[in-house]
């Protein structure tokens, strides 16, 4: 008879519950490892592949798509594929795991911007999105002396009679996009030294600065009559501070008719120089009308601290060349506009094209040409593994091949769709361009 010790009996139990818990933890694994094969299985059962490229687009990404591809991963599950299989299941159980994730491209198409703008805006229209250059955005100021000496006669008439009709016709000839601002000095009051301080004071803007209205503006032409002194430097710094209010970049055109020098005590060179040095974007040009050596000097001097031109007029005729001449300036400005922006709008449109091409158009082909090398690979070595007849790799070859072309046709009708609607907005833009620039030349 066998004697059990003690000490047999404890190992003997210990042996006996280690037997027991490594069954446990292999039937664990194998449970864990079936339940995983069969959700696989199912999933790879319920898997319908689309017939479409729309569909297709949607099936991804698979499992080992782009960077998640791991070819010894992808290779063990190949292995677990059943033995004998036909082109169409070897097909659907492979693109679960390799399709492509095109949804972002698909999405890059969508959003894909078509629309172009003016790189130049139009100065009625002038926006900042997607602007390079603003147009000939212009704003006009004259500031006319109404001092008593306009009151004189010159070759042609009297000068004020003369400086307002040329002022007319100079403002209603300029593109209707430019904004207008008429602003009178020494319009008040008399030459008499009692009546100096009424007259100095007396500047005022009888139209604020708008577009062109014929009636409004030829309304206050008619409110003021030559008959004080010449406040000038007031004028100016009266101008200064209504353009400081309204500082945007914009092209300011300053034009300063003055038939004598300062006489209400004031520095117009002075104020010149400091509505120069605003960083407000003007030009100051001077008009001489009639002026002796001493007023020709003062004037001369303004016009080179503004970077403006000056110009002495003393006939009806030679102020009318003259205010010509500018007019002539602020259309070739329209002309310049059409002619840049119809280049601009050309290099545009190249951009867009070149990306549709390179960012739009090259990344699809890599993506269907990289989805469909892993797709043919993964046929190989079912083939290799004796998963699959080499009849059926055949037919295999044939459905990548049928998906690949699916894709390429949408891409490609892609492709053409973002081209035509860029080049339609090109063609409707650069003719409302060429409209805008033919519209305005012509109706001066």
Known sequence: MIRITRNMFIITVCVAIFIVGCSNNSTTKEKAESTSNNKIEKEQKEFVPAEDAEGMLREGPGKYAGDRYDQAKLEKELDQFPDNLTAEEAYKRIIPLLAADYGPLVEKIEKFDTSLVNPNDMPSEASEKGMKKKAPKTYVTILLDASGSMAGQVEGGKKMDLAKAAVQRFVASLPEEVEISLRVYGHKGSNSEEDKKKSCEAIEEVYASSPYEKERFDQALLRFN????TPLAGAISETREELLRDAEERTQLVYIMSDGIE??????????????????????????????????QQLKEMAEVGEGSYETVDSAESLRAYFDDRNQDLWSEWFDWGVQSSLDLFDMKADKLEYISDEVNGTFIDEINNEYVKLHDAGEYLLLKEKMRLAENIEYSKILTKRESKLDEYRESQEDLLRQAVEKNYDNLNQEIERKQEEMTKSR
Do not use: M, Y
């Open 226 to 229: 030559p008959t004080g002194w």
């Open 263 to 296: 006489t209400c005590d004031g520095d117009p060179v002075k104020e010149v120089r400091k509505l120069h040095d605003e960083n407000i974007k003007s030009v100051i040009n001077i008009i001489g009308f009639d002026v002796d050596d001493q007023a020709q």
